[in-house]
T-cell receptor
Framework: EPEVTQTPSHQVTQMGQEVILRCVPI?????FYWYRQILGQKVEFLVS????????KSEIFDDQFSVERPDGSNFTLKIRSTKLEDSAMYFC??????????FGQGTRLTVV | AQSVTQPDIHITVSEGASLELRCNYS??????LFWYVQSPGQGLQLLLK??????LVQGIKGFEAEFKRSQSSFNLRKPSVHWSDAAEYFC?????????????FGTGTRLTIIP
């Protein structure tokens, strides 16, 4: 069964450092997403990406965040200068035109 | 704006007992509704979804949910829970499935199973 793959599963970084979270969506999907879940809280939408551009982003997704689909298979989330409050589980999801969203296993980001 | 309310933060049931997890949504048109399950340290797995048609939908692992438009609800049920059902359950609403639509999640219900 096709699945969304995220790497790494856990990333520890120092405050102020840049991190890149990587995702390999399901191959024939068209829509790509990043969601975030701060420990003990609900899953929150960050950004959606379609046709090589951002289609929607939340208030959380400020200038410190960026997304990219560099090679047609990977989908990355970059946080330019991490803050303590960026510590969370980050989920990538992909979706076909007529399917539900499929989520990856998540990357736990810990900012110290 | 769409929103989801899961009024129960934590529910404890005995193994073999029946289960109902509540979900209420707010959305101006026909909603697309989902239940996801998250086991500790794991990602989000889709249990079931409602788009249209029969208001009682069947999902994986013996779960079902009923869409009630008059009550703006989409409660999840299981007739007999197993210890492996212990997890966090999230209800979510989307505005469409046929395109690039984000999901709005509820705050989740943590399910504990006691022997």
């Amino acid at each position: 069964e096709p699945e969304v793959t995220q790497t790494p599963s856990h990333q520890v970084t120092q405050m102020g450092q840049e991190v890149i979270l990587r995702c390999v969506p399901i191959s024939n999907h068209l829509y790509f997403y990043w969601y975030r879940q701060i420990l003990g809280q609900k899953v929150e939408f960050l950004v959606s990406f379609y046709n090589n551009e951002i289609s929607e982003k939340s208030e959380i997704f400020d200038d410190q965040f960026s997304v990219e689909r560099p090679d047609g298979s990977n989908f990355t989330l970059k946080i330019r200068s991490t803050k303590l409050e960026d510590s969370a589980m980050y989920f990538c999801a992909s979706k076909g035109h007529n399917t539900e969203a499929f989520f990856g296993q998540g990357t736990r980001l810990t900012v110290v | 704006a769409q929103s989801v309310t899961q009024p129960d933060i934590h529910i404890t049931v005995s193994e073999g007992a029946s289960l109902e997890l509540r979900c209420n949504y707010s959305y101006g048109a026909t909603p697309y509704l989902f239940w996801y399950v998250q086991s500790p340290g794991q990602g989000l797995q889709l249990l079931l979804k409602y788009f249209s048609g029969d208001t009682l939908v069947q999902g994986i692992k013996g779960f079902e949910a009923e869409f009630k438009r008059s009550q703006s609800s989409f409660n999840l049920r299981k007739p007999s829970v197993h210890w492996s059902d212990a997890a966090e359950y999230f209800c979510a609403v989307g505005s469409s499935n046929f395109g690039n639509e984000k999901l709005t999640f509820g705050t989740g219900t943590r399910l504990t199973i006691i022997p």
